[in-house]
């Protein structure tokens, strides 16, 4: 995406103060325009969540408003972000980056969160007219390029469809999500790790009422995942029940039945290839301690890896065919 225009906008909530820039950043210049391309890339390598807002949203009305200049926008979206966080308990103080942005001829508007860190520092004082090199805590740090960012949302303003990421805060003694639930007051998809836990959920309830081995259904859970994302783009709930549940018809029934009562969505919209990577191993820990990383390819083929059910009830696991071994440390 490229960033057309950029405004900064200081939500000091400790204090209760908003300090609203008069000027956009200058966005050619190199410390402002790698940070700034630095929240955007972070921001899309998030686990997103996808919505779609009304025209008449307060922010989308604000956004399309010609009459506006962005400096003027940037501060009403701030002041939308400052009148809902203040009402919070314990929310962090931190940085509004405003963003008019583009992609491919389409046009969107950015704003993300970016909370301090409090970070050492230097400080040159004096004392008693003498110069004293001083230690001090400085608690409005930026965090580094290299940090995820964990409060954003980036909206089309053609479509009007959105994707974000949020945290929970605590609003009248209940931890809220502050984006979807306070300020854009609407319901969104759930993203592809929220997927998995009510996909995991539901395997592991039917896999223990059938008596199945927990721990092979969910490895066969994310070989599903992962083929799915790979061939078709999306999380198929039908392979999943088929991989799992082979030959139980009665699981597979109430398996599909349970996800259906859920808000799981096939679709995976963002970062196919992240995800792609992610489920393309399993992560085993065994209870003697031992950890193992197996490709989902491997764990299938018994020529290269069996797991065998001793008639003591414990689990003996064989790797087979292994021309050498290298030691990672």
Do not use: W
């Not at 959920?201 to 081995?213: I, M, R, S, T």
């Not at 599903?224 to 790979?230: C, D, N």
């Amino acid at each position: 995406m490229e960033i057309n225009s950029a405004v900064l906008q200081i939500l000091d909530l400790e204090s209760g103060s908003l300090f609203c820039s008069q000027k956009e950043l200058d966005i050619k210049a190199y410390p402002v325009k790698t940070y700034l391309e630095s929240v955007v890339k972070k921001f899309h390598q998030g686990d997103l969540k996808e919505g779609h807002l009304s025209a008449d949203d307060s922010i989308i009305q604000t956004a399309l408003n010609g009459d506006l200049s962005f400096v003027e926008k940037s501060e009403k979206f701030a002041t939308i972000f400052f009148n809902c966080l203040s009402q919070g308990h314990e929310v962090p103080s931190g940085d509004l980056f405003c963003m008019e942005l583009e992609d491919r001829g389409d046009s969107y508007l950015g704003l993300f969160k970016i909370n301090y860190k409090p970070a050492y520092t230097h400080f040159v004082d004096y004392e008693e007219d003498q110069l004293l090199n001083n230690l001090i805590i400085n608690k409005t740090i930026l965090p580094a390029t290299s940090q995820k960012v964990s409060e954003g949302l980036v909206i089309n303003l053609s479509t009007f469809e959105f994707k974000l990421v949020e945290k929970k805060y605590m609003f009248d003694d209940k931890k809220t999500n502050y984006l979807t639930d306070l300020i854009l007051k609407t319901a969104v998809k759930p993203t592809v790790q929220e997927n998995i836990k009510i996909v995991k959920k539901a395997v592991k309830e039917v896999a223990d009422k059938y008596n199945e081995e927990t721990f092979t259904s969910l490895a066969n859970v994310q070989q599903a995942v992962h083929e799915s994302i790979e061939s078709e783009g999306r999380i198929s709930n039908q392979k999943i029940a088929e991989v799992v549940f082979e030959h139980n018809h009665s699981a597979k029934s109430d398996y599909l039945e349970k996800v259906e009562q859920s808000r799981f969505v096939e679709d995976v919209p963002v970062n196919v290839p992240k995800y792609e990577k992610k489920y393309s191993k399993q992560k085993l820990k065994l209870t003697n301690g031992i950890e193992m990383f197996i490709p989902v390819e491997v764990y299938q083929d018994k020529d290269l890896i069996e797991f065998i059910n001793n008639p003591d009830g414990t689990i003996s696991v064989m790797i087979k065919n292994v021309d050498d071994i290298i030691n990672r440390f």
